[in-house]
């Protein structure tokens, strides 16, 4: 535990003296909800540009529930390395600062206490984040690979497993108790891979992105509503409003529920190979739509 703390502070201490231009590079984002951004409606939108959506790779948002703290992940394209973003409402006024290096993909668990780094995790304290923790031996196993897990406000986890076939497994809470965690179902678990998965905060359903003979191109995003006997419904393709002949994935919906926020990277065909990729956001009509369809 305390070699990925001391890991987690030097690397942030590298950071500071050698590549704080990140930081330095943005002026303070305007007042109001989502950075001050004008709401986007059913065609998706870049997501803050010169803020979150910038010249480095952008992943991963999560909000905490009052709105008042964004979390992501960014690759500084300069040096390689990546870090995890906060920008924090203060006096209505958005400022950013670094956590420290990424560890997993960043997300907020519903209550905005706890941010999830694929297998490990940290928790907020009087004074701030607490060191890097585990989530134990029945989710953080040397045999498995957890770029993201996502937690519903029940306590169910969903994650990814890059080592095994790029598969989702889910792990219930029954009776105060961590369960061992399962396969997902081919309904799910299909296409060439599946990755980056977010369940919903009351669990209803899971979005995540794939390749599969149904979509659109390179990856794609899918979400899959749970049914009333308990089982999970097929697979949908978000669509081609939100899917593109690129890279959608990363997918998220806001706390307040009004959003769907995700990643794009255009075909290499399109931009070249230098392009590093926006968020994007859209209304969540774009995905409530298919919940009766």
Sequence with gaps: MKRYLVQFVLSAMCYLSSAACIAEEQLPAPEGPYLGQQPPGIIPKVFAPGYVSTRHRDHSVSFTPDLKELYFSRKDIDTGKWWIIQFKQQNKQWKQSIIGPRVGRPILSPDGNTLHLGSKYITRTPNGWSEIKSL?????????????????????????????????????????????????????????????????????????????????????????????????????????TINTDGIEAGGYVSPDGKYFFFNRTPSKEKIGTDHEGDVYWVDIQAIEKLRHE
């Design 136 to 240: 134990g031996p029945l989710i953080d196993r040397d045999d498995w690979g957890i770029m993201r897990l996502s937690s519903s406000a029940d306590g169910t986890y969903i994650f990814d497993d890059y080592k095994n076939n790029d598969v989702l497994r889910i792990s219930k809470v029954k009776h105060g108790k961590r369960q061992p965690a399962e396969l997902l179902g081919p309904k799910i678990n299909a296409g060439m891979w599946t990755a980056h998965p977010f369940i919903a905060a009351d669990g209803s359903y899971i979005i995540w992105d794939s390749e599969k003979e149904d979509g659109y191109g390179d990856t794609d995003l899918y979400v899959s509503f749970l049914q009333k006997d308990g089982h999970w419904g097929d697979a949908i393709n978000l669509g081609e």
